[in-house]
């Protein structure tokens, strides 16, 4: 008699649901951009579409306001995040889940960089943790249970197997003191940088960043920062027209490998953990050492199996 337990099926490309962020600095139309694409990938239906509103209200200005494909924003599910409940990641997932049963095709986060540094978040939680030790380590705090927990979920925020999900981050300009020719320090721009955990970025399959947000007559802009996505191109800047947004659409209901996609993300993080090893040398024999504990001394960084590379990378940059 053959064994139930194994057998061959027919393989297939899956439909594969929507891990999109959007960036950008406050008021240049990344909640916008959020609720266009939210509305076509959930099939144009508005009553299908979730938000996760942490801008004190903000969303609900979106409410019957024209948008550039010539439709009018409609009636979408939206829940008010807020302070006094608190930010930590388990209170997303709370509500992405309530959004799920009730049957929504389409969760925005906006903003998920309150799970990082605002009230409840993670960089809160870590005080806290370091507070009741009673010693100044933040890297043991890190490894505090609720911490570690929360960390995790922090993660599975950028993606789900149940709705399309879209998240919004709010970026900063970021400066250094840098020594020049003559010897002196000056203040310079390093450029923008997520209000979020530096490995973040590599979680999500789609990353964007707002250049110029939409209007009644006018489509918004973003660049695109990185993508698994076959039908967009990297540094290249996109107008999200309707027939862009259906493209997207059509091109995730069509199915997707999900072993390529992995393999993509453990790419990315291999150019991540290079890069960062050559700015900053003096954490290489760190990484050395974190590599050895995880069982890993002799395999090569391009080897590392992509959970490795992720418990890694996150270990050398929380600092």
Request: aromatic share 8%; glycine share 6%.
């Amino acid at each position: 008699m053959a064994n139930p337990n194994f057998k061959f099926e027919k393989a297939k490309r899956l439909q594969l649901k929507a891990s999109i962020m959007v960036e950008g600095l406050p008021g240049e139309g990344k909640s916008g951009l959020a609720l266009l694409l939210g509305y076509y990938l959930a099939d144009k239906k508005w009553e299908d579409v979730s938000h996760i509103d942490t801008e004190n209200k903000s969303g609900n200005l979106f409410a019957g306001i024209p948008f550039s494909n010539g439709t009018t924003v409609g009636e979408f599910m939206i829940g008010q995040l807020t302070e006094d409940v608190g930010y930590k990641p388990s209170n997303y997932l709370a509500f992405r889940q309530l959004a799920a049963e009730a049957g929504a095709k389409v969760v925005i986060e906006d903003s998920i960089s309150h799970a990082w540094q605002y009230k409840g978040g993670l960089l809160d939680l870590v005080n806290a943790a370091t507070e009741r030790s009673g010693k100044n380590d933040k890297y043991a705090a890190w490894r505090d249970p609720e911490v570690s927990a929360e960390k995790n979920r922090l993660l599975t925020l950028i993606r789900s197997d149940e709705v399309h999900v879209i998240s919004t981050v709010r970026v900063k300009e970021r400066f250094e003191y840098v020594t020049g020719a003559d010897g002196k320090n000056s203040l310079q721009s390093m450029g923008e940088q997520q209000i979020q955990q530096a490995d973040l970025k590599y979680e999500a399959d789609l990353v964007l960043h707002m250049v110029k947000a939409g209007s009644a007559t006018e489509h918004p802009v973003a660049r695109v920062i990185k993508t698994r996505y076959a039908i967009l191109k990297k540094d290249e800047e996109y107008e999200f027209t309707p027939a862009l947004c259906e493209q997207l659409r059509v091109y995730l209901s069509e199915g997707v490998d999900p072993e390529k996609l992995l393999e993509q993300q453990r790419l990315d993080y291999v150019t991540a953990a290079k890069e960062y090893l050559d700015q900053h040398p003096n954490a290489v024999n760190i990484w050395k050492v974190l590599k050895n504990d995880a069982g890993h001394a002799k395999t090569k960084l391009e080897e590392l199996p992509l959970n490795i590379l992720k418990m890694l990378y996150t270990e050398i940059t929380i600092g």
